[in-house]
């Protein structure tokens, strides 16, 4: 039964990417519009909502949005509008249906109008045009990467942590907002310093309104489109702010062996504050005892499937002993103990891998014997409670030899894909078929995001590699043989 249902799911999807020579195109693809272009004012904000939660190192932002069409006409097209220096920074955008979150995702595309414009937009689709005088209700989440900066820059080894977030206490909008407010989340209570705003919200009282870990700016009544107004907030985060400039994962399939391979190789640096002094081994030993807060990365935890086995955690040096793991029926857990605690502006560059059982991710498609169903996490790795982000992912599937036919579809946010080749050891012909995806800005969060890969994989296919070794090896035997029916004796004259 739940083959049926994979692969039905898995029919329904396929018509959304296919691997041919097209994937080179970017899926998050720029649209380029003249450079005079500015989002009609066919929509106003009725009632806006924005909750930015700090609670981990990346800033995730939720807006929620009453919009109604003031236009005489239809409307399908919403624009989100960011400043350019955010928007190379901004992952994971997704708009959805506030009172339908089951529902997909609206499609999203990045619109390019004037590279040297101060503001960039998104284009949001609506599925079904808005009639004039109707509303809707949207929810647009974000992250935004590498926002954080901490302040002061240097701090003693067992010092507090403090990171500054600047933003505008106006919701960025490209149209007028009659009533909006934005909600700040706080990991801590310390929260030293911050922006207050002299005139007050609509309601006279003090700007921002401060409960518990919570602010509030606003409320606030009619703002036109594009107004800002600049705050910041510095709080405690005595977390490291791990950030990984680049993640390679490999996950190759072996049919003959019933084994997914995984890897994954990281390029890691912590983006917290530097030390002011050199760093002391006796003083960081003695902290062991009592586990206080501290912005070094010293631990990673990487949960993994149920029944994973074989793992394995190198770095630039070698073999690290350093890890410990654990497995039963319901969990497995790798816990990793870096070389060296990861300060601010300090790298650890490593890898990780691990075996997987290949029944518990891939079937075959319905009735056929020749097509088989993949389903693989996205995103997998380390889980921290601070969280992990990604400047970029490179993920490559590695296929059986012979497997023809490769589609794929996910949910993941993709800026590029492609099939490729990939030689392995005893390969008899031009190597394996390999779908490579690329994705940037990507967040911890999208753990839960899925890659369903179909292909074709026959008998012949499967058949060739140990047909091509048996032949080898009674080619060799053959051979010698022959050889050994020689006669190479010396033999002398009568």
Request: net charge positive.
């Amino acid at each position: 039964m739940r083959s049926l249902i994979l692969a039905t799911a898995a029919l329904s999807l396929l018509s959304s990417a296919t691997c041919d020579s097209n994937l080179t195109t970017p899926l998050s693809s720029r649209v380029i519009l003249p450079s005079a272009f500015r989002p009609p004012p066919v929509f106003r904000n009725v009632n806006l909502l924005r909750t930015v939660n700090l609670e981990k190192l990346y800033p995730r932002e939720t807006i929620n949005v009453v919009v109604e069409n003031v236009d005489a006409s239809p409307q399908d097209e919403y624009f989100v509008p960011f400043e350019a220096g955010v928007v190379d920074k901004v992952g994971g955008l997704e708009v959805r249906d506030k009172k339908g979150p089951e529902k997909p995702a609206f499609p999203v595309e990045l619109v390019e109008y004037d590279p040297n414009s101060s503001t960039q937009f998104y284009r949001v689709r609506l599925p079904t045009p808005l009639e004039p005088k109707d509303q809707q209700t949207l929810s647009i989440t974000y992250s935004v990467l590498s926002s954080l900066r901490p302040l002061p820059a240097t701090i003693q080894q067992q010092d507090k942590q403090y990171v500054v977030y600047e933003l505008s206490a106006y919701a960025p909008s490209a149209y007028t907002t009659l009533k909006q407010k934005t909600k700040l989340k706080f990991p801590t209570v310390d929260i030293p310093d911050y922006t207050v705003l002299p005139s007050g919200n609509s309601e006279g009282k003090e700007d921002p309104q401060r409960q518990g870990t919570s602010f509030t700016y606003g409320p606030y009544g009619e703002v036109p489109a594009g107004a800002q107004e600049a705050v910041s907030v510095r709080y405690e985060f005595t977390k490291p702010l791990t950030h990984a400039t680049l993640l390679e994962r490999d996950i190759e399939v072996s049919h003959w062996g019933g084994n997914l391979a995984v890897e994954e190789r990281y390029w890691l640096t912590n983006r917290g504050a530097q030390l002011a002094n050199h760093f002391s081994r006796v003083a960081w030993a003695t902290t062991q005892y009592y586990s206080p807060p501290t912005s070094a990365l010293k631990t990673l935890k990487v949960p993994l499937k149920p029944g994973s086995l074989n793992p394995y955690f190198t770095d630039d040096i070698g073999n690290v002993s350093t890890s410990r793991f654990r497995s039963s029926a319901r969990e497995a857990n790798l816990d990793l103990t870096p070389r060296y605690p990861v300060f601010g502006g300090w790298k650890y560059n490593f890898r990780i891998g691990w075996d997987a059982d290949l029944s518990k991710s891939l079937r075959r498609l319905g009735t056929s014997r020749t097509t088989y169903v993949l389903r693989v996490p996205f995103l997998e790795g380390p889980k921290q409670p601070e969280g992990i982000e990604y400047e970029k992912v490179r993920l490559r599937v590695i296929l059986p030899e012979g497997a023809t036919d490769v589609k794929y579809t996910t949910d993941a946010p993709l800026t590029s894909a492609a099939e490729t080749k990939h030689r392995t050891f005893m390969d008899s012909t031009a190597g394996r078929s390999t779908l490579e995806l690329v994705a940037v800005n990507v967040v911890d969060e999208m753990r839960d995001r899925e890659i369903i890969v179909t292909y074709t994989y026959p008998l012949l296919s499967i058949l060739r590699k140990p047909l091509t070794i048996s032949a080898g090896v009674l080619s060799l035997f053959a051979t010698a043989w022959l050889l050994g029916r020689v006669d190479t004796s010396i033999r002398g004259g009568k």
